[in-house]
T-cell receptor, first 117, second 116 residues
């Protein structure tokens, strides 16, 4: 079974609008972390935001917020006030277990976001 | 701030040749990961090292090997290259923390391997 599912291969959003990128996950481990990364066309992977399974509040980082719904196993990324520079591929990823195991990240298939004028 | 350094950035090889990619993690980071990202695909985990010991292994072909050295830099060695090995190879590093599953992976800019 897919551990991370991103059902939107591509999304369009107008500049200055908000957009939500969907991510659902599957794990039986009570301890896990969810991450979002941005990959522009230049190829580098840029960390955006993190949500831990025990965190009580939704994570926020500037214009990025994570809508964490634990019971639904979803961790959607919300980008507010979209900018042209937000056009990129966005990956949701999960780490299972506490970091003491130095466990790897498992990535979803990504969503390509295009911001239009 | 220092980031993860990967070299070379671009590499072109012929089929059946060998290639070596290098990674220099962020100072004081104790864990290194290698990922392979094919065209239009998500990054696939290959292998990781914690304190110079292999800690996890993913879908790494037998033709590939990796190690982490005493100065914490890591090398990914790829032999008998195939066309399908053409990909962007990422190295990432992180610092283990206790009590949380945080500790995001910091990625290098990637090494783009093209096999002709």
């Amino acid at each position: 079974a897919q551990k991370i599912t991103q059902t939107q291969p591509g999304m369009f959003v107008q500049e200055k609008e908000a957009v939500t990128l969907d991510c659902t996950y599957d794990t039986s481990d009570p301890s896990y972390g969810l991450f979002w990364y941005k990959q522009p066309s230049s190829g580098e992977m840029i960390f955006l935001i993190y949500q831990g399974s025990y965190d009580q509040q939704n994570a926020t980082e500037g214009r990025y917020s994570l809508n964490f719904q634990k019971a639904r196993k979803s961790a959607n990324l919300v980008i507010s006030a979209s900018q042209l520079g937000d056009s990129a591929m966005y990956f949701c990823a999960m780490r299972e277990g506490f970091t003491g195991t130095a466990s790897k990240l498992t990535f979803g298939t990504g969503t390509r976001l295009q911001v239009t004028l | 701030a220092a980031g993860v350094i990967q070299s070379p950035r671009h590499l072109i090889k012929e089929k059946r040749e060998t290639a070596t990619l290098k990674c220099y993690p962020i100072p004081r980071h104790d864990t290194v990961y290698w990922y392979q990202q094919g065209p239009g695909q998500d990054p696939q985990f290959l292998i990781s090292f914690y304190e110079k010991m292999q800690s996890d292994k993913g879908s790494i072909p037998d033709r590939f090997s990796a190690q982490q050295f005493s100065d914490y830099h890591s090398e990914l060695n790829m032999s008998s290259l195939e066309l399908g090995d053409s990909a962007l190879y990422f190295c990432a590093s992180s610092l283990r923390t206790s009590g949380r599953s945080s500790g995001e992976l910091f990625f290098g800019e990637g090494s783009r391997l093209t096999v002709l």
